[in-house]
């Protein structure tokens, strides 16, 4: 299996060579050059257990790693003590209205999906690189606006060969967020403030990883950066293989018989998830429709219904956060592949959206668009609709994202009248890593104290809040520094011993 750009139908790099790249030299991203069609072995993989299945996917794909590189990743990532058992469950919901099935995605360090592609990614980055770069070790710069940088944090803590540094604004996380970072346990791991917001963050780390007189002092000290962003096949991979698991989960519980449809409904921000379930579509997994749900930053919303992209217009900050973006990346592995891989209306259209910002795909496109997804939205009063509904209806608590896919879903049967069809509804974080929002949707008004919000939350619904981030406030802070962003190359040098 070899890989091509979206902006380079021409290029063929092997997987490791993708993965440790992250993202290709003229901008495109790095996408398989066909997909394997596995609909006929359906059956026979529908018994397999979580770490068995994607050992099978990943070999699909990962076609330069061996049988025994391949297990190495998927044993130390998905190791049962880390997400307690397997690392996804499904749930379902004896609601009135629907068929409707909780993908539990937040068992694993971090309490968000983000896990099931933070805790492989650096091993299979450290494969990747064994291969393009050997005896190297790997620098991680991350910026962060909450999740992904604390997921990257416990990714790669103690994994041979890597160093992390995350920067994430002084003032733009949350206490919770701010405090499972600051204490972040760990040999290779290095957290740092950065005065100003998320852009300030990540404009610093932008320049540090352009910055050609650090790249040589890097590589001086045989260092060499590498990025674990949403973009990286290596982050998109590992997602695949939990629809075709709750596919297996249904066929199990008796829900569906091997080869009959289920919808899949996904809270949406980048299009990550989403495209990974369109990704396991083509390989023969039966799903009959997408359903990207947005919040009130709904420009994914009305793309779909329109087949305009425009991401001129107001940026909302809601409760849910993961999710708060007006550029949605990997859209464009998408549009490639419906627009049978044509690079250059692709590049152009991608050109158009940075400088003028929007784009239009044209009728025939935007049909093909319609025929696969729906697509809605719910704003942060529909989202504490949903969780207080489900709460009072069937006793299971959702977090905001989640509470955005349901809604969505809600208007999807509305709209369509489909309540047959069993819907996966991925569910992307544990209500307590957004305990404000989640208890003030029970229980308004609710206090800032986010631990005092968490012992209400429990006293009120008889759930348990996840142990590590209870014990959060108990835990020591190892890191404190703050900075200014122009100190953030300084810091990265002085972090890793050269120089200055
Ligand atoms: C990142 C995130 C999302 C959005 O996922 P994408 O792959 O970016 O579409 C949704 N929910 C939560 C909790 C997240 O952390």
Known sequence: ????????????????????????????????????????????????????????IFKLFLTDF???????????????????????????????????????????????????ALQILPYFLTVSLAKSAPGREAVILVATSGDTGKAALEGFRDVPGTRVIVFYPQDGVSPVQKRQMATQEGRNVNVCAIEGNFDDAQTAVKKIFTDIKIKYALSEHDFIFSSANSI?????????????????????????????????????????????????????????????????????????????????????TTSSPSMDILISSNLERLLYALS???????????????????????????????????????????????????WNNDSYLLDTHTAVALDVYRQYIESTGDISTPTVIASTAS?????????????????????????????????QAPVQLKTLRDKPVRFSTVIESSQAAGYVLKTLGIGE
Not at 257 to 271: D, H, L, S, Y
Not at 291 to 310: E, H, M, Q, R
């Open 1 to 56: 299996m070899q890989y091509k750009s979206t902006r380079n139908s021409g290029l063929r790099l092997e997987a490791s060579q993708v993965i440790a790249q992250g993202i290709s030299s003229e901008g495109g991203l790095f996408v398989p050059e066909r997909l394997p069609d596995i609909r006929g072995e359906l059956s026979e993989m529908a018994g397999l257990g979580y770490k068995e299945l994607a050992s099978k």
């Open 66 to 116: 061996t049988d025994e590189q391949i297990s190495y990743c998927v044993e130390n990532a998905y190791a049962s003590e880390k997400f307690g058992g397997e690392p996804v469950k499904l749930i379902s919901l004896p609601e009135a209205a629907g068929n409707m099935h909780l993908l539990e995605l937040w068992h694993g360090p971090t309490c968000a999906f983000k896990d099931m």
């Open 232 to 316: 990286n096949w290596g982050r998109l991979l590992p997602q695949i293989v939990y629809y075709f698991y709750a596919y297996f989960q249904l066929c199990k519980g008796g829900k569906l018989a091997v080869g009959e449809p289920m919808n899949a409904a996904v809270p949406t921000g980048n299009f990550g998830n989403i495209l990974a379930a369109y990704y396991a579509r083509e390989m023969g997994l039966p799903i009959k429709k997408f359903i990207c749900a947005s919040n009130s930053n709904k420009v994914l919303t009305d793309f779909i219904n329109t087949g305009v992209y425009d991401r001129r217009r107001e940026f909302y």
């Open 340 to 390: 049978g891989e044509d690079s250059g209306v692709l590049s152009g259209w991608m050109e158009q959206l940075s400088a003028q910002g929007h784009y239009d795909v044209g009728s025939g496109l935007h049909s093909k668009i319609q025929e696969l997804f729906f697509g809605g939205c719910c704003d942060d009063s529909a989202t504490a609709h949903a969780i207080a509904r489900v």
């Open 431 to 463: 209500p307590y890593k957004f305990v404000g929002s989640v208890l003030g949707a029970l229980e308004p008004p609710c206090g800032s104290d986010e631990y005092e919000n968490i012992s209400r939350l429990e006293a009120l619904t008889g759930t």
